[in-house]
């Protein structure tokens, strides 16, 4: 590894611009090569801890500069032919809520409050919130982001919920890192809980209930995570959008059979046409339209697969190998541990090692559909402008 003494880059108009040093070359700092290369920081600073990113020629590799790293261009620019990067298809969407947003000429602008833990400052947590302010300034939202100490948060959460100038809540899990967590989900509202993690959507997910009313003019919401996974799944694989059809034929493992994302997600698969064989880290049953679970092995759901998402917080899972899986197979991975062996990825017709942006653009849609379900209890509500938002807590300051 090349030593020297390196400063870390800057950015120019809000341009990626790397410091350029005439023996080695241009060089980025964690975060720009994170933003290139379509990665949280946190990822990219893991990889470069664990040796992962190496030049071609073998000599340049990232350098450790305090408690980041630099990445030389030849590095950062390179990525694999089948490796699905996520600007695409969230500007894509960020475009088309945009146009949203500006003809339904609101009254007011929607209105997001965003709840972090007392102590929040980990790398997910930041990544998200500034994601989402992003996010929100170009889709002409007002986002408030507050700290709360963790006995204030459930009475921050109550009073927002009787606001009628708050129009969404967005928490940045975990607060408690406990079953609280599970209770503050229940708390919100579903009028105002934009990432779709309450029972109450959740039940209309299972019933595959997609309206709120007989005459069908209030839309149900769906989790923000899972549904970014079917536009990612649905763009990359160039299918038809089609209510109860868009995934007909296809057959799709999912290891992770959580409430947040997994079996939310299986639902909606099944729902829309898939073959879905759903695993935790012991055993998977191929989940069936009439609710029936059939034990299936893990080899045998492989083989078949045209999708493998997989999404194991766990370094203690068995990657999914290349031997496993078919020539082509789409592949998804949507955990902070890469869940695929690198013969997997060499393989799989496409890779997609994240999906943090897809989250973000679902809950900006999610908001918007729950704003026009109320619409016109919301615009008969004056609201003065900037909002106070000290009244729900600490504001958080990100810089843009």
Not at 54 to 81: A, D, F, T
Not at 202 to 224: F, G, V
Request: include cysteine; glycine fraction near 6%.
């Amino acid at each position: 590894m090349m030593r020297a003494d390196f400063s870390i880059t800057t950015s120019r108009n809000g341009a990626c611009m790397p410091t350029t040093f005439r023996s080695v070359g241009p060089w980025y700092s964690t975060e720009e090569a994170a933003e290139i290369m379509g990665r949280t920081p946190g990822h990219v600073s893991r990889l470069c801890k664990n040796g992962e990113f190496s030049s071609n020629n073998g000599q340049l590799e990232s350098v450790k500069v305090g408690n980041s790293y630099l990445l030389h261009q030849e590095i950062v620019k390179r990525l694999p032919g089948n490796e699905f990067t996520l600007s695409d298809i969230a500007n894509y969407y960020h475009r088309r809520l945009r146009v949203a947003v500006n003809r339904k000429n609101y009254r007011q602008k929607p209105r997001i409050l965003g709840i972090l833990a007392p102590e929040a400052g980990d790398a997910a947590s930041m990544v998200y919130a500034r994601t989402l302010q992003k996010a929100c300034r170009e889709i002409g939202f007002d986002l408030g982001l507050v700290r709360n100490d963790l006995a204030e948060i459930k009475a921050r959460i109550t009073r927002a919920n009787k606001d009628p100038s708050i129009h969404g809540i967005f928490v940045f899990y975990p607060i408690f890192k406990d079953r609280e967590d599970k209770k503050i989900k229940e708390l919100i509202d579903p009028i105002k809980d934009i990432e779709g993690l309450s029972s109450f959507w959740s039940k209309k997910l299972y019933l595959n209930e997609r309206y709120l009313d007989k005459d069908k003019k209030k839309k149900a919401i769906l989790p923000c995570t899972s549904l970014g996974i079917l536009k990612i799944l649905a763009y990359v694989d160039n299918l038809d959008e089609l209510a109860g059809q868009t995934f007909a034929g296809k057959k799709i493992t999912i290891f992770n059979r959580s409430d947040v994302v997994g079996h939310p997600l299986a639902y909606m698969l099944i729902n829309d046409g898939a073959t879905v064989y759903s695993f935790d880290i012991e055993s998977g049953v191929h989940m069936q339209k009439n609710g029936k679970e059939v034990p299936i092995s893990r080899k045998e759901a492989l083989r078949k697969s045209d999708t493998i998402i997989t999404g194991v917080p766990s370094r203690a899972f068995e990657k999914v190998r290349g031997e496993e899986i078919k020539e082509n197979t789409t592949c998804l991975n949507f955990s902070f541990v890469q869940n695929f062996e690198e013969s997997a990825k060499e393989k799989a017709g496409i890779y997609v090692p994240r999906v943090g942006p897809m989250t973000i653009a679902m809950c900006v849609r999610n908001a918007i559909r729950l704003y026009e379900n109320n619409r016109d209890v919301y615009e008969h509500v004056d609201s003065a402008y900037p909002f106070e938002w000290e009244k729900y807590g600490t504001v958080v300051q990100l810089a843009a």
